[in-house]
Nanobody, 128 residues
Framework: QVQLVESGGGLVQAGGSLRLSCAASGRTFSSYAMGWFRQAPGKVREFVSV????????WYADSVKGRFTISRDNAKNTVYLQMNSLKPEDTAVYYC?????????????????????WGQGTQVTVSS
């Protein structure tokens, strides 16, 4: 497993932007698919976005498509989530996750659950 530490959360007004970062330890970071999930109070954790090990393919939940962009820098062992045009319904704790999978798109989600490799989360609050 890799150790994951998120940062970049905070309080922002609706329409604003934030950039989340997830720093990973370990020399095998580039072999992991990386994902972002979020959990709002009283709700289940939900998928936000995933990027393959190479960074060549990305997928997004419909609720964030066109507003959020996931990227990774394997040289820095870091994955990012650029969040633009934020809405109050984006308020949640955002978690970074890693999974050893070559599955594509939403097919990768079970691997994140199975591998159970999560960061501690970072709070994002969007005010109206």
């Amino acid at each position: 497993q890799v150790q994951l530490v998120e940062s970049g959360g905070g309080l922002v007004q609706a329409g604003g932007s934030l950039r989340l970062s997830c720093a990973a330890s370990g020399r095998t970071f580039s072999s992991y698919a990386m994902g972002w999930f979020r959990q709002a109070p009283g709700k289940v954790r939900e998928f936000v976005s995933v990027v393959t090990w190479s960074g060549g393919n990305t997928w997004y939940a419909d609720s964030v498509k066109g507003r959020f962009t996931i990227s990774r820098d394997n040289a820095k062992n870091t994955v990012y989530l650029q969040m633009n045009s934020l809405k109050p319904e984006d308020t949640a704790v955002y978690y970074c996750a890693a999974a050893r999978t070559t599955a594509q798109a939403m097919d990768a989600i079970p691997s994140f659950i199975k591998d159970d490799n999560w960061g501690q989360g970072t709070q994002v609050t969007v005010s109206s």
